[in-house]
């Protein structure tokens, strides 16, 4: 026979099947509701830490951004295998035939029961800026509304001791770097600096400076005239030692100009060497200029990394200052975690309505396969369809086995063999 093609098919259909689909539904709809009622309770319950803003003005900017990374490392260490051992024996979590699971069972368990929700700040972000925190929620799923809510304030206490202890250490650590960052490389400049006046010490040239062109000029000054005073000094013996007869006097006086002439020869030879000295430190003074340009610009730059570490020092030092006074940034807890009266996870009544929805339709679809496997006639129009025959008078089903004392399983009997005697 052919497929259904009108409501009233499908209704007759459903007529004839009754009995199966509210049996099918019946049964769908206790086994729903077993399982609804069997299945555990959870409790869940949650506490809440708010982020507190920075006292002194100016440490907006950075805090949010700071606590936001904070609390991401704090979730990721409270989760840890050991910490959550930990938690489970300190709070008895797996009790009666729980306790006989595995350990990393359990933590599994624990883990996938606590969620940590960051709740993000209403203030403007700027672009490219990192989202900033406000609050955290923690929240707990457990079977037990006292242990549900002691995990929680656990786990927001915990927060709230790391949060203090890192913040702290971090502002601690920061402060010594700094200050030994500024003790190295003030070392480096004290160091540098006796580089610097050896060096000075070993090329005269660079203590001189613009001086050197100045007793240049005095030495060229100075070997003129010596020049010109030897000069006159062999002229004027030259004249004696010319004369014909030399008088006692001449002879005295000749032998004066000799020892002038030779003292003043013995200051030319010293002068001259003094000039030698000073061509030989002009030669060498390009060098010298280099090597003192390359020593002011590394003692500079010594410098201005001095004073980079100093002030970053100051601003560590005042951040630190700032934490254990308690005015920069830090945690709250805004809600405790409370037992909840009542379960939130079972889901009870949801598993019971959608199990009798499913079983009707389950009921449904078997009826129409059954139906399709044992083909039926069941409206005139669909003879006419199928076998081209109109037929004269429809007949309705007549109840061959009338109410009686029998039970309503014999009757249910009666009543499916008589429909089977009339299909045959």
């Not at 920075?54 to 951004?65: F, H, K, L, M």
């Not at 656990?154 to 001791?161: F, G, K, R, T």
């Not at 807890?333 to 929805?357: D, Y």
Request: hydrophobic share 45%.
């Amino acid at each position: 026979m052919g497929p259904i093609q009108s409501v009233e098919e499908f209704l007759s259909l459903l007529r004839r099947r009754r009995l199966l689909i509210a049996a099918v539904v019946l049964f769908g709809a206790i086994v729903s509701f077993m399982v609804g009622v069997t299945r555990p309770k959870t409790y869940e319950t949650g506490a809440v830490i708010q982020v507190e803003s920075p006292v002194i003005d100016g440490q907006e900017q950075n805090a949010g951004a700071q606590s936001a990374r904070v609390l991401q490392v704090i979730e990721q260490r409270l989760t840890t295998r050991e910490n959550l051992a930990a938690m489970i024996e300190r709070h008895g979590l797996f009790g009666g035939e729980a306790a006989a699971l595995p350990l990393d069972k359990q933590i599994a368990a624990l883990r996938a029961s606590i969620t940590f929700q960051s709740i993000a700040s209403a203030a403007q972000q700027n672009f490219g800026a990192p989202t900033t925190v406000s609050a955290l929620m923690i929240t707990t799923r457990l079977d037990d509304p006292e242990k549900a809510a002691r995990v929680a304030n656990d786990l927001a206490q915990s927060v709230l001791d790391m949060s203090v202890a890192r913040q702290t250490s971090r502002a601690m650590d920061t402060v010594r770097f700094f200050q030994a960052e500024e003790a190295r490389v003030s070392q480096e400049i004290v160091a540098l600096e006796a580089e610097i006046a050896a060096f000075k010490n070993a090329n005269p040239v660079a203590q001189a400076g613009s001086d050197a062109a100045t007793d240049r000029a005095a030495l060229d000054s100075d070997l003129r005239r010596l020049s010109q005073d030897i000069l006159a000094v062999q002229g004027e013996r030259g004249a004696l030692e010319g004369k014909d007869r030399l008088r006692e006097t001449d002879r005295r006086r000749i032998d004066e100009l000799k020892v002038q002439e030779g003292v003043l020869q013995s200051q030319q030879v010293a002068l001259q060497a003094q000039r030698a000295a000073l061509d030989q430190r002009a030669a060498q003074a390009p060098e010298v200029e280099r090597r003192l340009s390359a020593y002011a610009r590394q003692l500079q730059q010594l410098q201005s990394q001095y004073d980079l570490v100093s002030a970053r020092k100051a601003e560590a030092e005042t951040a630190l200052r700032l934490e254990e006074e308690n005015h920069a940034e830090h945690f709250s807890l805004l809600e405790r975690a409370i037992a909840p009266a009542s379960p939130t996870g079972g889901g009870g009544r949801k598993i019971a309505l959608a199990g009798a929805v499913g079983s009707l339709i389950f009921g449904i679809v078997l009826a129409f396969l059954l139906d399709l496997l044992n083909p039926v006639l069941r409206s005139a129009r669909q003879m006419e369809r199928e076998l081209d025959i109109r037929p004269v008078i429809t007949l309705p089903v007549l109840n061959l086995h009338p109410a009686t004392s029998e039970p309503w399983v014999t009757r249910l009997w009666h009543r499916l063999r008589g429909r089977q005697l009339r299909r045959s």
